[in-house]
């Protein structure tokens, strides 16, 4: 009796999903930096604030630049999370995928 493709076993399906997984996990990991980073960047504020304004500027200039690089890494958990856990590897057409990967190299070229 010839095998059926249930019998067989299915290697890129196991890929797929741990790719999946590690995805996942690895943007959950980057959102979480990202919290965090906002984090200390309010913190910066609140002590830049507490020792005066005349002191105040580098604080300040540092907590911005914590919320920008916040932003872009939870730019990038999302865009791992729209296109690698959510819609996979499926096909797509071509101005799709160039915009997905222009927004992509935009986010990291900005940070």
């Known amino acids: ?30 959102m979480l930096i990202a919290l965090a980073l906002s984090i200390y960047s309010a913190g910066l504020i609140v002590s830049a604030i507490t020792q005066g304004w005349d002191k105040a500027g580098g604080g300040l200039l540092d907590a911005i630049g914590y919320v920008v690089i916040a932003v872009a890494v939870f730019d990038v958990a999302k865009y791992f999370v729209e296109e690698e856990v959510i819609r996979g590897r499926e096909l797509r057409i071509a101005s799709e995928a160039r915009r997905s990967l222009t927004k992509f190299i935009s986010t990291i070229v900005i940070a």
């Open 1 to 30: 009796m010839p095998a059926t493709r249930r019998d067989t076993f299915d290697a890129t399906g196991v890929m797929e999903i741990i790719s999946r997984v590690v995805f996942g996990l690895a943007s959950f990991v980057l």
